[in-house]
């Protein structure tokens, strides 16, 4: 019954900014790493950002770097990513992943580490 939902996508103008949430149910969320993950048609699952248990740690893909924001609250099983300065290279299905392990130090850095998965929502940036 682990469910991960995600909210916030849309379409947005280039430079434009978008907030994406993912609410966790069914999963020891505040002890879990979390990521957000996306794919572009044709393309592999790439992830782009996430946040260990206590938000210790923080990564980021180097093309988001500066642009996004991952947090997340522990008392209402909610991560966030805040998108800025969105361009056409974003568009693509975004994704909020848990991981299986917990209490990690270190985010894992790879989509293949992370077990339960939204079903993610759009983000189309387009002129």
């Known amino acids: 019954q682990v469910q991960l939902v995600e909210s916030g996508g849309g379409l947005v103008h280039p430079g434009g900014s978008l907030r994406l949430s993912c609410t966790a149910h069914g999963v020891a969320f505040s002890s879990s790493a979390m990521s957000w993950v996306r794919q572009a048609p044709g393309k592999e699952r790439e992830l782009v950002a996430g946040i260990n248990w206590n938000s210790r740690d923080e990564y980021y893909e180097g093309s988001v770097y500066g642009r996004f924001t991952i947090s997340r609250d522990n008392t209402q099983n909610t991560v966030t990513l805040h998108a800025n300065d969105l361009k056409p290279e974003d568009t693509a299905v975004y994704y909020c992943?848990?991981?299986?392990?917990?209490?990690?130090?270190?985010?894992?850095?790879?989509?293949?580490?992370?077990?339960?998965w939204g079903q993610g929502t759009q983000v189309t940036v387009s002129p």
């Open positions: 992943a848990g991981g299986s392990r917990a209490f990690l130090a270190v985010v894992p850095r790879t989509a293949g580490q992370y077990t339960y």
